[in-house]
C-alpha cells in the first residue's frame, strides 16, 4: 500500500501528456472548424462528412477494447506499454498533419479520401492512447499516489488542451496566407511536438512490475474481453456515465468557437483566447487544488460541488445578452465556473475507473489495466460521434454553415480580401456576420450548446451517485485480498 512513485517518472509521464493533448484538442475540437471556416463545405459534404465521422467513431470506439486486448497480451523487453506508445505516436503525428491539408479536391473524391484519412488517424492514435493511460495505474497500487500522478498528469494535459483551444482562434484568421495555409502550420507544429513529447516518454519512463499482478496469467480472449467488461459491474456504471457526461461536455466545447465567432461576432480577435486563459486557470486550479481537498471530502462530495458549479456557470453563459450583459465579465465568470468543476470531474473520473481495475481483479480473478482503459477512448469516441451530429446538425438546421459560415469562408480566402490589411479583414468578416446572422440562429446554437449538455452532465451525476459503491474502505479490503492470494500462490 506504500508503492510510492518516483517524482521524475510523475513528471516525464504527466509532462509529456502536454504533447498528447495539444494534437488531439486539434483534431477533435478544430477538425469540423478547419472544414467549415477554412475550407468551406457545403452542406451536403458537411452532413456526409459528420456522418462519416460518427460511424468511424462508433467502430473505432467499438475497437478499442480489442486495441487493449493486443497491449495486454504484449511482453517484450521495452515492456507492454511503450511500444504502442512509440508506433502509435509516430503515425497519428503524419496522419493528423495531412487531414489538415486541402489537396484540392469536393464532392465525393474529397469524402472518399477524408474517410481513408479519418480510419487512419483513428487506429493510430488510438494505439498511442490506450497504452499511455492504461501505463498510469501500473505504477502504483495506492489510491493516493494515483490520484497524485493523476491529477499532475489532468494538469498538462489541460495546458496542451487549452494553448490549442486559446491559439487556433487567433492563428488560422489572421494567418499570411489565409485560413487554410494557418491550418497548415498549426497542424505542423503540433504534430512535431506530439511526436517528440512521446519518444521522449518511451525512452525515459520504465515500466514497473506490479506486486499484485500474476505474471503467468494467461492471454486475454475476445470472449475474455467481454467478460472483463459486461461482469465488472463498476466499470459498467462509470461507462455510462463517463458517456453522458462526455456527450454534454464535448458538445459545449466543440460549440464554443461558434459561439465566439458568430453569436458575441468577435470573428478574429482575442475575445476566445482570453476565455481559454480563464478556463485554463480554473481547470489546473483545480487540478492543482483535488489532492488536498481529496483528503477531506469523500469522492461523492466532489462530484456533487463539480456539479453545481458546473450548473451555474451553464446558467450565467445561457443569461448573457437575454438576462445580463453579453461581456467578457459574465462569459468569463460562466466560464470559470463551469471548468473549475469539470476539471475535479476530470480526476475523479481518471481514479475512479483506475479503481475498476481491482475491482475487476478481485471478482474476476484476471487483472485488465489496458482493457479497463480502452473503455476511456472507447466512450470518448463514442460522445464525440454523437457530439459530431450535433455539431455539425446545429450549424446546417439553424442555417449557420448555408447564409454564415460557408460564404464568409469564401470570401476570406479570396485574392481581394487577403490584401487588405489585418484589422480590415476582421472588420469586414464581422460586418459580414451581423448582417446575415439571426436571431433564431443564436437560438439555436444556445440551446445545443449550454441547454442540451445540462441534461446529459446531470443524467451522469444521477448514474454516478446511485450505482457506484466502490469507497476508501472496500478498495482497501480489495488490496489486502488481493495480496493475500497472490502470497498463496507464490508460497
Not at 141 to 149: F, L, V
Amino acid at each position: 500500500m506504500n508503492e510510492k512513485i518516483s517524482l521524475k517518472t510523475k513528471l516525464t509521464y504527466s509532462m509529456t501528456g502536454m504533447g498528447r493533448d495539444l494534437i488531439y484538442t486539434l483534431y477533435s475540437t478544430y477538425l469540423l472548424v478547419f472544414l467549415t471556416s477554412a475550407i468551406g463545405l457545403s452542406n451536403f459534404e458537411l452532413g456526409a462528412i459528420s456522418v462519416i465521422i460518427a460511424l468511424s467513431r462508433i467502430w473505432d470506439a467499438v475497437n478499442d477494447p480489442m486495441m487493449g486486448i493486443l497491449i495486454d497480451n504484449t511482453k517484450s523487453k521495452l515492456g507492454k506499454f511503450r511500444p504502442w506508445i512509440a508506433a502509435g505516436a509516430l503515425t497519428a503525428s503524419v496522419f493528423i498533419f495531412l487531414l489538415f491539408q486541402d489537396f484540392g479536391l469536393r464532392g465525393v473524391p474529397f469524402i472518399i479520401v477524408f474517410t481513408i484519412l479519418y480510419l487512419l488517424v483513428e487506429i493510430s492514435y488510438t494505439a498511442n492512447d490506450i497504452a499511455y493511460w492504461a501505463m498510469y495505474p501500473s505504477f502504483s497500487t495506492n489510491q493516493k499516489e494515483r490520484e497524485s500522478i493523476g491529477s499532475l498528469a489532468r494538469i498538462f494535459a489541460s495546458i496542451g488542451m487549452f494553448a490549442t483551444i486559446a491559439l487556433v482562434p487567433v492563428i488560422y484568421p489572421n494567418f499570411p496566407g489565409g485560413p487554410k495555409r494557418g491550418f497548415f502550420m498549426i497542424a505542423l507544429v503540433c504534430a512535431i511536438v506530439f511526436l517528440v513529447s512521446q519518444m521522449i516518454l518511451f525512452f525515459s519512463v520504465k515500466e514497473k512490475k506490479n506486486p499484485i499482478a500474476d505474471e503467468n496469467q494467461p492471454k486475454t480472449t475476445l470472449k475474455d474481453m467481454f467478460r472483463i467488461i459486461f461482469k465488472n459491474d463498476q466499470l459498467v456504471v462509470i461507462i455510462v456515465a463517463i458517456l453522458l457526461f462526455n456527450i454534454g461536455y464535448f458538445t459545449t466545447t466543440a460549440l464554443g468557437i461558434y459561439f465566439f465567432e458568430y453569436d458575441y461576432n468577435k470573428y478574429g480577435g482575442i475575445e476566445f483566447t482570453l476565455f481559454s486563459v480563464i478556463l485554463a486557470v480554473s481547470t489546473v486550479l483545480a487540478l492543482l487544488i483535488f489532492p488536498k481537498v481529496v483528503t477531506k471530502y469523500t469522492r461523492k462530495q466532489l462530484f456533487t460541488f463539480s456539479m453545481i458549479l458546473m450548473t451555474f456557470g451553464y446558467l450565467l453563459l445561457m443569461s448573457s445578452k437575454y438576462l445580463l450583459p453579453q461581456n467578457m465579465i459574465t462569459i468569463g465568470i460562466g466560464g470559470f465556473f463551469l471548468f473549475f468543476g469539470e476539471g475535479f470531474v476530470q480526476v475523479l473520473v481518471l481514479v475512479l475507473l483506475a479503481d475498476t481495475i481491482e475491482y475487476g481483479q478481485w471478482k474476476l480473478g484476471t487483472r485488465n489495466e489496458s482493457v479497463v482503459f480502452s473503455i476511456n477512448p472507447l466512450v470518448v469516441k463514442m460522445a464525440t460521434s454523437i457530439q459530431t451530429l450535433l455539431v455539425s446538425g446545429t450549424l446546417i438546421f439553424s442555417g449557420l454553415n448555408e447564409k454564415v459560415i460557408k460564404p464568409l469562408a469564401d470570401l476570406m480566402s479570396s485574392d481581394a480580401i487577403q490584401l487588405l490589411p489585418a484589422e480590415q479583414r476582421m472588420n469586414f468578416a464581422r460586418n459580414f456576420i451581423s448582417m446575415n446572422i439571426t436571431d433564431s440562429m443564436t437560438l439555436f446554437l444556445r440551446l445545443s450548446m449550454i441547454i442540451f449538455p445540462m441534461i446529459c452532465i446531470g443524467l451522469a451525476y444521477f448514474v454516478y451517485m446511485k450505482f457506484y459503491k466502490i469507497d476508501k474502505v472496500m478498495y482497501d479490503k480489495i488490496i489486502l485480498e488481493l495480496k493475500e492470494r497472490k502470497e498463496s500462490i507464490d508460497k
